[in-house]
């Protein structure tokens, strides 16, 4: 990939948006229908559940971190949801997963930081697997893939000859941005739930941060002072 050439380092371990077809579209597969626009706008409801959860004490605290304290927790929480994550663990995998893309000025590559906040992501993802595959009931239809007895029957025996309808491993799909309807509805929930909860905001650009890194970019930080709404108001609508 490009970043590999540009930071001189090896392209081990990739995940699906980094690989090119045939794989990329055989990976895309397992995801690609919880995220189209039709899901998405299913997931509507959850996300702004989410998001006035954690937005309402932020809005009566009066000053908060618009990105660390409100848009970053959403988008965490929310991804939990998705991914069949325990939602008392998505902040702490949150943070790990922000200290493994964080990059210093000058930095170049991935550091022993990064790496080893990474390690601590996948770690604690195989261990959700694991526990998973022991416990089926509590299990999520991505851990079982093409041993989903849902799909296919006899789905744990090794058989030469099977022929289902779909794999739940492989796919197709191309390098857009699987979660591209999701992320849309998120930011419009994100703006329209703040908008509808307080009258004006200020910005302290003196604590504004934007990101350094090859992979994420924008702001980081983006301390803000609101007020609340006093007046009776409607809520976002939902588009």
């Known amino acids: 990939m490009p970043l590999q050439i540009l930071l001189r380092e090896p392209a081990t371990n990739l995940t699906f948006p980094e690989l090119d077809p045939p794989e990329h579209r055989m ?52 991804a939990a949801t998705k991914a069949g994550v325990p939602l008392a663990d998505a902040d702490a995998l949150r943070t790990d997963i922000s200290r493994a893309f964080r990059r210093e000025p000058g930095q170049r590559g991935t550091s022993p930081a990064n790496q080893e906040a990474m390690l601590a992501v996948f770690t604690y993802l ?58 849309m509805r998120m930011g419009t929930a994100i703006l329209e739930e703040l908008v509808a909860a307080i009258d004006d905001y200020e910005v302290d650009a003196d604590g504004v941060h934007r990101r350094y890194g090859e992979f994420l970019k924008g702001y980081d930080r983006l301390p803000i002072s609101v007020t609340p709404r006093t007046r009776t108001g409607t809520r976002g609508r939902n588009p």
Request: a positive charge; one cysteine or more.
């Open 27 to 78: 990976r895309r597969r397992v995801l690609a229908p919880a995220y189209t626009r039709e899901a998405a706008r299913h997931d509507d409801a959850t996300i702004r559940a989410i998001t006035r959860q954690v937005l309402g004490p932020l809005v009566e605290r009066g000053t908060f971190d618009a990105f660390g304290d409100y848009a970053h927790v959403v988008a965490g929480r929310f």
């Open 126 to 183: 195989h261990q959700l697997v694991a526990d998973g595959r022991r416990r089926p009931d509590h299990a999520t239809g991505w851990g079982s893939a093409n041993r989903d007895e849902a799909e296919f029957p006899a789905a744990d025996r090794f058989d030469l000859h099977r022929r289902p309808k779909r794999s739940l491993v492989f796919g197709h799909g191309q390098h857009q941005c699987i979660g591209e309807h999701v992320g």
